[in-house]
């Protein structure tokens, strides 16, 4: 049986991206050689994501798209920006090096409610853990984090950029090679009724 490894996002916009590019270009300037410690994300492939799905048998697609669609029409878009930065589980021994989105949160908070509550009858359901949007920078090469960037996030000027406004949902469907990851929108549905 065929499956896809799909999850759900924002887009971001290009400008977006350039200023994530800067302040990873600033983080990586800030850590040195101890850059060579993560493995650092393409700001081109960077996205917010709402909810991972994992592998979805390709005859399901159909009912997820429906479900991301059905969700999207009951949500509100929102301003956001970037704000802050941080790491996972805690700066003191990062294992992900995030740069944060505030602005109008509660929307996409809604959003990702209301994608839980149209994809845990089909077998997704969502993580328990609060919503916090952030977006993945890098990760550490050691699975026990880079400890030596722990004062990294403190140096650094904090990300900024100019407000954007999200105004849709993508599904994503997420190509695996040795290479990293590639992913292709399957479905991009307009957040708010009539989407």
């Known amino acids: 049986m065929s499956s896809l490894r799909l999850f759900v996002a924002l887009d971001l916009p290009a400008p977006v991206r350039e200023d994530l590019r800067a302040f990873q270009a600033a983080l990586r300037r800030e850590a040195g ?25 390709e005859e399901r697609r159909g009912e997820v798209e429906a479900a991301v669609a059905a969700a999207a029409a009951q949500a509100a878009p929102a301003t956001l920006r970037l704000a802050g ?8 021994r990062p294992r992900v090096l995030w740069a944060g989105v505030a602005g109008e949160v509660e ?12 994809l845990a009858p089909l077998g997704y359901p969502p993580e328990e853990r609060r919503f916090s949007p952030h977006l993945t920078l890098g990760r550490a090469r050691d699975p026990r984090g ?14 900024s ?6 105004e849709e949902v993508t599904l994503f469907r997420s190509h695996l090679s040795p290479g990293g990851a590639r992913y292709e929108p ?6 708010g009724p009539g989407g």
């Open 186 to 191: 399957l479905l991009r549905a307009r957040l």
């Open 161 to 166: 950029s100019a407000p954007w406004r999200a």
């Open 85 to 92: 930065a941080g790491a996972f589980p805690s700066p003191s």
């Open 146 to 159: 880079a400890r030596g960037l722990a004062p990294l996030l403190s140096r650094a000027p904090p990300p």
């Open 33 to 57: 050689a101890q850059a060579a410690d993560v493995r650092w994300v393409d700001p081109d492939s960077v996205h917010l994501t709402l909810q991972f799905l994992g592998a979805v048998p």
């Open 107 to 118: 929307p996409l908070r809604g959003l990702v409610a209301a994608l839980g509550a149209g």
